[in-house]
């Protein structure tokens, strides 16, 4: 069983604050890692997607992908309440076209 | 058309009746996924079509579900005699390629309601 793990939060930053959101994954051999956002009651918006080992930045968004320790974080900068959801890591396993989904981590931003 | 539609958006059934979903995927797009979500957050893998080709049906329950993919028509995901556990959203996404990239796109869903 292909395992991707998050930590269901709720998680609390205050507004321009840092926001960190980390995803870890048993397959050793995953290449593909993404990072959507899902408002309450809405569909999966993809927001990065990264597939070497390093920083990929956008915008405000930074994902950093660790594939020897396993993990996959997203850094949101200067965070806004308008960031507050529920944000789903997906790993593409080796040998696999389907991404196995996490359960998600919610993020809080307050005023 | 530039995002993934799905119709109905919402759909209740009595135990036992047939639910009938649709989608179709961003234009160009030859990839499609079914998802169900049924709790918060949890996202199980149907089955994926390669055009009118069923590519990938691991996670399709076959004893009450089947899918299609025609040509110049949205997909379809039909389930059989409905189950109070099949009330879930279900979502579609599509993708341009399943390669490296292969970045999925999902429409809004169809929250099925099973009573």
């Known amino acids: 069983q292909k395992e991707v793990e998050q930590n269901s939060g709720p998680l609390s930053v205050p507004e321009g604050a840092i926001a960190s959101l980390n995803c870890t994954y048993s397959?050793?051999?995953?290449?593909?890692f993404f990072w959507y956002r899902q408002y309450s009651g809405k569909s999966p918006e993809l927001i990065m997607s990264?597939?070497?080992?390093g920083d990929k930045e956008d915008g405000r968004f930074t994902a950093q992908l660790n594939k020897a320790s396993q993990y996959v974080s997203l850094l949101i900068r200067d965070s806004q309440p308008s960031d507050s959801a529920t944000y789903l890591c997906?790993?593409?396993?080796?040998?696999?076209?389907?991404?196995?989904f996490g359960r998600g981590t919610s993020l809080i931003v307050h005023p | 058309g530039e995002e993934v539609a799905q119709t109905p958006k919402h759909l209740v059934r009595g135990e036992g009746q047939k639910a009938k979903l649709y989608c179709a995927p961003i234009?160009?797009?030859?990839?499609v996924f079914w998802y169900q979500q049924v709790l918060k957050n949890e996202f199980k893998f149907l089955i994926s079509?390669?055009?009118?080709?069923?590519?990938?049906e691991t996670g399709m329950p076959k004893e009450r579900f089947s899918a299609k993919c025609l040509p110049n028509s949205p997909c379809s995901l039909e389930i059989q005699a409905t189950k109070l556990e099949d009330s879930a959203v279900y979502f579609c996404?599509?993708?341009?390629?399943?390669?490296?990239?292969?970045?999925?796109?999902f429409g809004p869903g169809t929250r099925l309601t099973v009573t």
């Open positions: 997906a790993v593409r396993p080796g040998g696999s076209y389907i991404p196995t």
């Open positions: 996404a599509s993708s341009l390629e399943v390669g490296t990239a292969g970045e999925q796109y």
């Open positions: 079509f390669q055009n009118e080709n069923v590519f990938d």
């Open positions: 234009k160009g797009h030859s990839y």
């Open positions: 397959d050793r051999g995953s290449q593909s």
């Open positions: 990264i597939y070497s080992n």
